[in-house]
C-alpha cells in the first residue's frame, strides 16, 4: 500500500523583487488506487506542487512536510525520490541531444531497480510500449524529445511511466498540447497504469477534456497557492461550466 501525504506544505521563489511566497500551507494525500486532479487558474500554484514534489531546486520549502509510505520525500536527493517511488511528467519535457530514448529508457530502469534489465525481456517490453503508445519502432534511436512533436513528447513520457513503474505518478498538464488522437493515446497509457496495484496519480490540468477519458476519484481547485475546494468528478464539470470567479479570495 503506498500512500504520498501532504502536510501544510509551503513554497517561495527567488525574484528580482526578494522571495515570492507561491504554496501558502497545501495539505492532500493520495492513497494506492486513487487518482486526484488539480485545477486551477494559472498562477495557482499547480506547477509548483509538482516540481516541489519531485525536487527542483528552483522551489524552496519554507513549510510542511511530504511523506511517501512514512519516509521523507524532502530529505531525498532527486534521483532518490526516483528511486522511491515518484514520477514527474513535465508539461515541457526538456531535450536531450545525443542520448537515445532506448539508452536513456534502460538507464533509467537500471537506476531504479538497482540492477539492469535482462536484455532479451527489455527489448521486448520497449517494443510493446511504443505499440501502444503509437510510436514507431525507430522512435528508439532517436535523441530523447529532439525534434519530437508535442504529441510525442507526452506519448514518450507516458511510455516511461510504463516502463519504470513508479508508486505514485504526477502529470503535469499531460494534456497540454494533445490533439484528441493523441489525447486518447495517453489517457489510455495513464488508465493502464491505474489497474496496476498499488499505484496513486495526481493529474494536473487546466481543462476536463481529459478527465472525460481518465475519471478522477478526487478534484482539487486550486487558487492562490491553497486547496479552495474538493469533490468529486461533478466538481470538474462545474469549473467548466462556471470557472473560478466564485473561489477567487476563498480557500479551505
Do not use: C
Amino acid at each position: 500500500m503506498s500512500t504520498l501525504e501532504i502536510k501544510d506544505l509551503k513554497v517561495q521563489v527567488n525574484t528580482e523583487d526578494g522571495p515570492k511566497e507561491i504554496l501558502k500551507g497545501v495539505t492532500l494525500t493520495i492513497k494506492d488506487g486513487e487518482t486526484h486532479a488539480i485545477m486551477g487558474p494559472n498562477g495557482s500554484g499547480k506547477s509548483t506542487l509538482a516540481y516541489s514534489i519531485a525536487g527542483h531546486p528552483r522551489y524552496e520549502i519554507t513549510g510542511g512536510t511530504v511523506t511517501l509510505d512514512g519516509e521523507d520525500v524532502l530529505e531525498m536527493s532527486v534521483d532518490e525520490r526516483a528511486r522511491a517511488g515518484l514520477f514527474l511528467a513535465m508539461q515541457y519535457p526538456v531535450e536531450v541531444p545525443g542520448v537515445s530514448v532506448a539508452n536513456f529508457l534502460r538507464t533509467a530502469k537500471t537506476a531504479i531497480d538497482g540492477e539492469a534489465p535482462k536484455l532479451r525481456t527489455w527489448v521486448k517490453d520497449v517494443n510493446g510500449v511504443m505499440e501502444r503508445m503509437n510510436l514507431d519502432a525507430s522512435f528508439s534511436q532517436r535523441s530523447v524529445n529532439e525534434g519530437f512533436s508535442g504529441g510525442e513528447k507526452k506519448r514518450h513520457e507516458i511510455a516511461q511511466l510504463d516502463l519504470l513503474d513508479p508508486k505514485v505518478a504526477i502529470l503535469d498538464e499531460t494534456d497540454s498540447g494533445l490533439d484528441i488522437d493523441a489525447l486518447k493515446v495517453v489517457s489510455d497509457g495513464v488508465n493502464r497504469f491505474r489497474e496496476r496495484d498499488g499505484k496513486g496519480v495526481l493529474l494536473i490540468t487546466h481543462y476536463t477534456r481529459i478527465l472525460r477519458y481518465i475519471t478522477p476519484d478526487y478534484v482539487h481547485v486550486f487558487v492562490d497557492g491553497r486547496v479552495a475546494d474538493e469533490g468529486g468528478p461533478e466538481l470538474a464539470e462545474e469549473l467548466e461550466a462556471n470557472g473560478y470567479e466564485k473561489y477567487l479570495g476563498t480557500t479551505v
